[in-house]
């Protein structure tokens, strides 16, 4: 007679057991769907200092100007020279401007990039619109080689109508450079070892 009552005694703690691994596996699932959903969420916000993306510049182009800084950095280990080619400029609201930035790989072989960014104050984030921009896909330089990288963008006329953004006189555009693996086809040309490669010659 004892064995019905074991097995109601049993029959809590495995529902409890059931609920944490439920619970669990909930919580995973929402752990990843968190990324796509933040960044989705930082893009349409401007959350985080994250950028808009546009096809095409603004309709409208507002009488008022707003100035633009450039500020650029390397993630740590990146040997890449990495500068704005311009520290700032002055546009219209709406207006379509176009910058420039300079990098440069001093090494002996190929070196791949990709470039974070945000912008400041958080409040102009989702007004600062890209059209074009070196950021959207990797850069590989070549060893010793120079680039001029452009970004086109333009200041939604619609800052002016938020009750933050209004206020915002000045926005800075900021990239970092992080090292990268080079594409398959590019890293199987390089050179394993420098110095066989010079005896190789």
Not at 35 to 57: E, K, L, M, N
Not at 67 to 73: E, L
Not at 136 to 144: S, T
Request: hydrophobic share 45%; proline share 7%.
């Amino acid at each position: 007679m004892r064995l019905p009552r074991i097995l109601v005694r049993m029959e809590p703690q495995n529902r409890t057991l059931t609920l944490l691994v439920g619970v669990v596996a909930v919580m995973t699932s929402l752990s990843f769907a968190a990324v796509p959903f933040y960044d989705w969420f930082c893009r349409v916000t401007g959350f985080g200092g994250t950028t808009s993306v546009a096809d095409a510049g603004s309709d409208l182009i507002l009488d008022r100007s707003i100035k633009i800084r450039f500020d650029a950095s390397l993630e740590a280990g990146m040997p890449w020279d990495f500068r704005p080619a311009q520290t700032e400029m002055e546009l219209h609201i709406g207006e379509t401007a176009l910058a420039f930035y300079e990098a440069y790989n001093p090494t002996d072989h190929a070196i791949a990039g990709t470039a974070s960014y945000n912008v400041s104050p958080y409040a102009a984030g989702g007004y600062f619109t890209k059209i074009d921009c070196f950021c959207f896909e990797m850069q590989v330089l070549q060893p010793g080689e120079r680039v001029m990288m452009p970004v086109s963008f333009y200041v939604d006329p619609a800052i002016v109508d938020d009750p933050e953004g209004r206020f915002v006189k000045a926005i800075t555009l900021s990239y970092t450079f992080h090292q990268t693996d080079l594409p398959e086809a590019q890293a199987a040309v390089q050179p394993e070892d420098p110095a066989v490669e010079a005896v190789s010659n």
